[in-house]
């Protein structure tokens, strides 16, 4: 029987060693770290603090708020949502770029790519409209639940690295890693049918929730607000949740750095 806490800090362990094989083991400089939604903003936290244990500056970051299907339409490919809208906040997001190389996409499982080719496609409209004699690598991170790469993007060379397979019945497994002292005290605040675990983990990491209002996707704080009010202690409890979930980072980049300088 699997013992969830367990394979979630085995998933944390894998996505780090992704990550450091990338940044370190093949030397890839990344130009961008790019996510979307809720679970992206927790990689792309995990990520650059991957980057501060090994040493490097991290990439500019790009976080947009896609939603996959309209709400009230989860997976049903009759109402995929318009994220046309953020083009502009991208265009904006990278004008002082000069161009792009490699990008790196984080997520922590990835469907059908709605989020990820979403990303792409803002990317690659600005590139021709920047620097269209030159191409770039797109990097996909993210646990593989059966995603299939289908690149009809010239120029572009999309690299989907998987850090851990889908468990059949199991989502967001990486969330899991929350102790029971840091998770239960959010948990009374918001149960699971107003936020499930992995958007608690974002209250605990001090980090946004997407929401649409007025039409239109955006990342709020308006959840953490609320917690702040609820929670005298709340500070304290997301500085000791960052403290232990930054152990667990360190620990993994030291036994790599640790094997990788032996070979």
């Given at each position: ?70 709400p009230g339409f989860l997976d049903d ?187």
């Open positions: 029987m699997m013992e969830i806490g367990q394979e979630a800090e085995y998933r944390l362990q894998k996505f780090v060693s992704t990550i450091y094989n990338l940044i370190v083991s093949r030397d890839i400089h990344f130009d961008l770290l790019v996510c979307g939604g809720n679970t992206g903003l927790v990689m792309a936290y995990i990520t650059e603090r991957i980057y501060a244990h090994v040493g490097i500056t991290p990439p500019a970051k790009l976080v947009l708020p896609i939603y996959r299907y309209y490919p009759e109402h995929l949502f318009d994220n046309a809208h953020l083009q502009s906040y991208v265009e904006a997001a990278l004008d002082k770029f000069p161009s792009l190389r490699n990008v790196l996409f984080v997520d922590d499982e990835i469907g059908l790519g709605i989020t990820a080719s979403t990303i792409l496609g803002f990317l690659y409209d600005w590139q021709q409209s920047h620097d269209s004699h030159n191409g770039f690598n797109y990097y996909i991170v993210a646990q593989d639940q059966g995603f299939k790469v289908e690149n009809r993007l010239s120029g572009v060379n999309i690299n989907f690295v998987p850090y851990a397979y889908e468990i059949e019945g199991w989502n967001n497994i990486i969330a899991c890693i929350v102790p029971a002292k840091y998770e239960n005290p959010v948990m009374q605040i918001f149960p699971e049918h107003i936020l499930p675990l992995h958007q608690r983990m974002n209250i605990l990491l001090g980090l946004p929730i997407k929401e649409f209002a007025n039409g239109q996707p955006r990342f709020s704080s308006g959840f953490l607000e609320k917690a702040k009010e609820a929670m005298p202690n709340l500070s304290l409890l997301q500085k000791e949740f960052r403290s232990f979930l930054d152990e667990k980072i360190g620990a993994c980049c030291k036994s790599l750095m640790v094997e990788h300088q032996s070979n």
